[in-house]
């Protein structure tokens, strides 16, 4: 079971940019699915974007047109680029993975979108 691991998160000003990474410690090939959910002080974590194995993407409404999920299989990672960045993507962003029914989540990044 791989472990994850996030880094890139940090402070930006509204309609900034940030690039997240999460670096897992096995093999990604074969994981079937990976991606990032948030979670915000008082609010249920929720789903950011997810990525199969076969490069399919899924994302939340409030991401779409504005973040991009991609995953590097031979460097064992997966990376979410994030642009013109609101106020209200302030959250603990978790790395994610779903592989033959086993769920495992990152220790997570804190973003904070400040002016």
């Known amino acids: 079971q791989a472990q994850l691991m996030e880094s890139g998160g940090g402070v930006v000003q509204p309609g900034g940019s940030l690039r997240l990474s999460c670096a897992a410690s096995?093999?990604?090939?074969?994981?079937?699915?990976m991606g990032w959910y948030r979670q915000a002080p008082g609010k249920q974590r929720e789903m950011v974007a997810l990525?199969?194995?076969?490069?399919?993407?899924n994302y939340a409404t409030s991401a779409e047109g504005r973040f991009t999920i991609s995953r590097d299989n031979a460097k064992n990672t997966v990376s979410l680029q994030m642009d013109r960045l609101k106020l209200g993507d302030t959250a603990v962003y978790l790395c994610?993975?779903?592989?033959?029914?086993?769920?495992?989540w990152g220790q997570g990044t804190q973003v904070t979108v400040s002016s």
């Open positions: 096995t093999s990604i090939n074969d994981i079937n699915m």
């Open positions: 990525i199969s194995n076969l490069g399919s993407t």
């Open positions: 994610w993975s779903w592989n033959r029914g086993i769920v495992t």
